[in-house]
């Protein structure tokens, strides 16, 4: 067996059918031997190679696999990795290189890859010797999917893609310094439910980690014993259903006045799988300035980092929730479920925000039955549709956190359908993020995917004009950007194409774009002036909630 069978050997031992690639020298040798039993879906940009793998990683949970040739084709798998990296997930990126007597002399298509992806991935290898690589292989598996989920980027030269397995090789993994605690402490976990039954204000807060962990039936379980208030970040939307009585919405810089607002009054803020990011907190030392913090999370090293934490619980959060529950009492708290959950919300205006409310309304059943998976691109579309659009189950909202990576969102939506084929795939995404990995297009058609594409368009980077209104007096600089005839080009790809000129053209526009059983591509024009409000300024507490754009610095 050489090392190119015992590559995709591996990956099909583990589980892997569909690896997303594009192949080149480093890596022929690979690609001659590849399996017709494993699915390659060929990209059209490494990119989109990485940013497939993460989709289809977010919409099932298991490991997404990426392939990759040395130089150029390695080198742009770099913002897919650092994505997954922010993010958490679970990658495996598989990259070619020179042989190994020319690692160092500058050969044509080398680059020090094991290098430039330390800081973006959760480990690495460089794999130099044939009897290394089954271990390596198995060993990078694990680390992805063990612990906080990341990617891992093996490296492999030509020759030792080319030579031959010994029949006999060590492949157990070697990892004793690598054993992530499951197990919350449990003096630890006593405390916490010690703070949450004493509290008179107590709030929870999911993030991305409960959604990795399986925990939403016991989120549930715990805030309906208990009757607490709960909020969501952007990575921890659909955890709990929009629709239940106690969600608040999303928190943070585009977050609910209700949810912004409990979190500023609450004196007990349970945190599970979050990592406070600045978007998240606002100013930092100004965040939930009354409450003792309960933070849960499997990776030791975010506890306390963002924001100081009162009783840190390390482990995975279904298991420290398993013991947390029974020590929780029933509570009514109701004064304050009341308080926070009358809190009025400003009604938001434009075609943007209708758009996506009318997209709620045509697929509301689809995603209550969670038969619909919906991925964004990043700008405000990507805030509308937090804002606006109900998710009830985890794993239906697709999109890029940490990172905020533009032209994500065609990628992911390919990597969520082949993921999920009896799922429909919906992107809602803008003109400046669609214009980014378009040729993506050419993909979906290939692998006859039948995604729904809703395109706001507004002939400029909206989100960056609206901060440049806020803190540039208006200043709007390379922030317009004519985009081509979208209903043409999408034709000329394949994609069933409209237009929708107006609000009154939305339903029908939708409609049409739901019926059409292929790939198809409703182009709605919006207005440069709408605005993403609530909207908190960078660097301010969350009570400096803008709700209403007046003009001048919006204040």
């Known amino acids: ?40 879906v060929l990209v059209r940009h490494e990119q989109a190679a990485a940013m497939a793998a993460d989709g289809y990683s977010r919409a099932t949970g298991r490991l997404g696999v990426c392939v ?16 997954a990296f922010m993010d958490s997930v679970p990658l495996l990126a598989v990259t070619g290189q020179v042989p190994t007597a020319q690692l160092g002399r500058d050969a044509f298509q080398e680059t020090d890859i094991f290098g430039t992806t330390m800081p973006l991935t959760k480990h690495n290898y460089l794999v130099s010797r044939i009897d290394e ?72 807060l999911v993030g991305g980690g409960a959604k990795w962990s399986g925990a939403a039936p016991l989120v549930m379980r715990l805030l309906e014993k208990a009757n607490i208030p709960v909020a969501s970040t952007l990575m921890g939307l659909g955890v709990v259903p929009a629709s239940h009585p106690l969600y608040l919405g999303m928190i943070g810089m585009h977050g609910t006045v209700a949810a912004n607002t409990a979190v500023q009054e609450c004196d007990a803020l349970l945190a599970l799988g979050v990592r406070f990011g600045d978007r998240v907190t606002g100013k930092r030392d100004s965040f939930t ?3 003792q913090v309960i933070q849960v999370d499997v990776d030791p090293a975010e506890l306390g980092k ?29 004064r304050w479920v009341d308080r926070v959950t009358s809190l009025e919300e400003p009604g938001g205006d434009g075609v943007g925000v209708e758009a996506i ?8 059943e689809m995603a209550r039955r969670d038969n619909l998976i919906l991925v964004t691109d990043v700008g405000q579309h990507q805030m509308w549709v937090a804002q606006h659009y ?30 999920c084929p009896e799922k429909t795939v919906v992107l809602v995404t803008g003109d400046g993020s669609l214009q980014m990995n378009v040729q993506e297009m050419a993909t979906a058609i290939q692998e006859g995917l039948p995604i729904k594409i809703v395109l706001l368009d507004n002939k400029s980077l909206g989100l960056v004009l609206q901060l440049q209104d806020l803190y540039c007096n208006g200043n709007r600089v390379a922030v317009s950007i004519e985009g081509p005839d979208w209903v043409a080009l999408a034709g000329a790809y ?51 909630m803008i709700k209403e754009w007046r003009g001048g610095d919006g204040r």
Request: charged share 20%.
């Open 357 to 364: 409310r009318s997209l709620g309304r045509i697929t509301g």
């Open 306 to 334: 963002n924001i100081p934490v009162h009783i840190p619980i390390v482990g995975d959060i279904s298991r420290v929730l398993e013991t947390l529950i029974p020590l929780v009492p029933r509570k009514k708290n109701q």
């Open 494 to 544: 394949g994609f069933k194409a409209w237009r929708a000129n107006g609000p009154g053209d939305l339903e029908d526009g939708l409609s049409a774009l739901f019926a059409e059983k292929g790939p198809a591509l409703l182009h709605c024009a919006i207005s440069a002036e709408e605005k993403v409000l609530p909207a908190v300024p960078p660097g301010e507490p969350l009570t400096h």
């Open 1 to 40: 067996m050489t090392g190119g069978e015992a590559l995709w050997k591996s990956l099909m031992d583990h589980g892997v059918g569909v690896v997303f690639g594009y192949p080149g020298g480093a890596v022929l040798s690979a690609y001659d031997v590849l399996p017709r039993a494993l699915r390659h």
């Open 68 to 83: 990759a040739t040395s130089g150029p084709g390695a080198l742009n798998l770099l913002s897919g990795l650092a994505n």
């Open 390 to 419: 109900p998710f009830y189950h985890p794993r239906t909202m697709i999109t890029s956190g940490g990172l905020g990576i533009m032209g994500y969102g065609l990628p992911a939506a390919i990597g969520a359908q082949i993921a």
């Open 289 to 291: 300035p009354l409450s």
């Open 133 to 204: 690589l089954p271990r390596a292989l198995n060993e990078a598996i694990y680390i992805a999917q063990a612990g906080r989920k990341g990617p891992v980027l093996v490296d492999l030269p030509s020759d030792v893609l080319q030579a031959e397995v010994p029949e006999k090789v060590d492949a157990a993994p070697r990892l004793p310094g690598y054993r992530p605690r499951r197990d919350g402490h449990p003096p630890q976990i006593a405390r916490g439910a010690e703070v949450l039954a004493s509290a008179e204000r107590p709030m929870l």
